[in-house]
């Protein structure tokens, strides 16, 4: 897109961006090193969305609250290209189960209420089987442009998980490895030549004391190859030990399979991987601990060459958890940097019937809580920079550069046209201004003379060119241990890179460099994008 996107074009530009960004690109995918790319070799950015479909009722989640429709529209419409669709393995492979047409299956549980709903919104549902009725949703997001990766999320239909609930790993009560591949075999099978399902996910979030490195390999690789067998469209998703945190005997020890250019894994990242650190700690240091726990446990595999899908991570949209609204800045600057496929738990604003509870809150959830509207729209707009690429293969011819990134916003600096603007703002990540983070410590406008400059406590920075830049007010450390605060020197003041009012960019007093507290306000984050620079 490059040199196209110049000021003069830049709505048009936008409009293409935009437009892109709707149709499906050309199917099936492949992997090119850590990237996931199409058939052009033009890197495809999983911008997905969880969409529970394993809970006892064995239906997609919301049906009874809007029409199928509305929700693949409203999906597309919140920039998710891609829904990662959950399902129970009992579903096919126990023929009570898959004979079940949805009415019976609500009945079970007494779900007059959902069961009503559904005669409003979705009335064909209630006579067709709950195997239908997941091609049905699959079909309709395919009708909408959205992929769809299906997640083989338990065996016994039920919410999950915990180490004993006996769908934890390979022997567990109710997770026998033939049945295991018989489901996805199944599956497999039945979504074969069903274009926008692009991968899927062996198992999710393995557990419990069964733990086993050799019975993981050896499993995993026997249901990689039974869907690949089954379906060679497919990416194969793999996921890790202790709900999906740990994928750390890889560094050792490839998975071995026959094909290529398909294989996947995946990871989940929750504020309750470090509750009491997140609420007790200083945020800068758990976010570095947390990161680097990622770093050895999963990331590592970027590096070897396979792309990592951060398959479920999300907050309480209500904003009153200290744990998660901490951990958010965390993630957000983490998925930027590395540009990770990712997957929010979650779509769902309700259940049909959850841990015994009818019509439950889904907090996390995008949807609110009759699935007609967005829950928080201001976490909306966070995700949307991370919903786009900042780079990959076939999508820019340009250099890698750099973008000050803001995760606590979710905004960048905006590309000005010649001169900085001033004052600097943060704005959209669509068009960032390029910077160099140069060894002197200026943060320069890439191949200009112009530097961010402190003008003392809560202004507006402003920009210095040529011998301003050696003035210590232009030198700006990264300090803390997650590197994320900017600091400086204005008349002996310690100062920081910080937001003030309007977005724009200020320096204030540094802010919880130590104890329980909130830095995320001066947080700020160095990424590399190829992306709308010319
Ligand atoms: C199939 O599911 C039904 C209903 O949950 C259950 O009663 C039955 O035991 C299951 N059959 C097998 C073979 O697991
Ligand atoms: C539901 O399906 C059954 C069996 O296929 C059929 O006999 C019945 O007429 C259907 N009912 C409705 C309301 O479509
Ligand atoms: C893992 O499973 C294998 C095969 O069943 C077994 O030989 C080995 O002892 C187990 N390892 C551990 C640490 O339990
Ligand atoms: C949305 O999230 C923000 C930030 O966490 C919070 O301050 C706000 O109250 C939330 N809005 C709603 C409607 O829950
Ligand atoms: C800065 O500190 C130095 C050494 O402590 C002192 O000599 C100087 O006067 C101070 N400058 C200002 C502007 O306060
Ligand atoms: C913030 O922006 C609005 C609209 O551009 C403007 O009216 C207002 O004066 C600005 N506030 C401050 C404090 O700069």
């Known amino acids: ?50 969409w529970v479909g394993h809970l006892q009722p064995m239906l997609a989640e919301g049906l009874s609250k809007q029409p199928l429709d509305t929700i693949s529209k409203k999906i597309l419409s919140m920039g998710f290209n891609c829904v990662r669709l959950t399902w129970p393995t009992f579903m096919v492979t126990n023929e009570t189960l898959s004979s079940m047409t949805v009415r019976e299956s609500f009945q079970i549980f007494n779900l007059v209420e959902s069961i009503a709903g559904l005669e409003v919104n979705n009335p064909s549902f209630l006579n067709i089987t709950v195997v239908q009725a997941q091609q049905e949703v699959v079909k309709n997001l395919g009708e909408n442009d959205v992929m769809v990766i299906l997640d083989n999320h338990v065996s016994k239909p039920m919410w999950c998980c915990n180490r004993f609930d006996g769908n934890g790993f390979f022997g567990d009560r109710y997770f026998k490895p033939s049945i295991w591949l018989e489901g996805l075999n199944k599956i497999a099978t039945m979504f074969n030549g069903v274009q926008n399902v692009i991968g899927m996910s062996l198992r999710n979030e393995l557990r ?128 930027a940097e590395l540009d990770l496929d990712w997957s929010l738990w979650a779509l769902m604003g309700s259940y049909y019937y959850r841990e015994n509870v009818k019509g439950m809150n889904e907090f996390y959830g995008a949807l609110n809580l009759d699935w007609s509207e967005i829950r928080n729209s201001s976490f909306m707009e966070r995700l949307s920079a991370l919903q786009s690429p900042f780079r990959g293969p076939g999508l820019s011819d340009h250099e890698q550069y750099n973008v000050i990134y803001h995760p606590f916003k979710g905004l960048c600096i905006p590309k000005s046209v010649d001169a900085p603007v001033v004052p600097a703002k943060l704005g959209s990540c669509v068009q960032p201004e390029a910077w160099s983070y140069t060894p002197e410590k200026n943060l320069q406008i890439k191949d200009t003379y112009y530097c961010l400059q402190a003008d003392g406590e809560g202004k507006s920075v402003k920009f210095g060119t040529d011998g301003d830049c050696q003035s210590p007010s232009a030198k700006w450390e990264r300090i803390t241990n997650s590197k994320f605060h900017f600091s400086t020197t204005v008349e002996n003041t310690t100062l920081c890179l910080d937001i003030g009012s309007n977005n724009t960019i200020v320096t204030n007093q540094c802010k919880c460099l130590t104890g329980s507290c909130e830095p995320a306000t001066q947080w700020f984050h160095i990424i590399p994008s190829t992306i709308g620079y010319d």
């Not at 830049?10 to 961006?17: A, D, E, T, V």
């Open 1 to 50: 897109m490059g040199n196209f996107c110049s000021f003069t074009f830049l709505l048009l530009c936008l409009l293409m961006i935009s437009q892109q960004m709707l149709a499906l690109p050309t199917l099936p995918l492949h992997t090119k090193l850590r990237w996931i790319v199409d058939e052009d070799g033009k890197r495809v950015k999983l911008a997905c969305v969880n």
């Open 208 to 335: 419990g004391p069964r733990r086993n490195d050799s019975i993981w390999y050896n499993f995993m690789q026997k249901g990689a190859e039974t869907v690949h067998d089954a379906n060679p469209n497919l990416l194969v998703i793999l996921s890790g030990h202790d709900f999906d945190k740990d994928l750390g005997m890889l560094k050792n020890k490839p998975v071995k399979v026959s094909f290529k250019k398909k294989l996947v894994f995946e990871v989940h990242w929750y504020s309750f991987a470090a509750t009491d650190g997140w609420i007790n700690g200083n945020p800068n240091d758990v976010c570095a601990s947390q990161v680097q726990f990622l770093r050895d446990h999963a990331f590592f595999l970027l590096d070897q060459g396979y792309p990592l899908f951060l398959s479920e991570w999300g907050v309480n949209l209500k904003g009153d958890n200290v744990a998660d609204n901490r951990y958010s800045s965390c993630a957000f600057a983490l998925a």
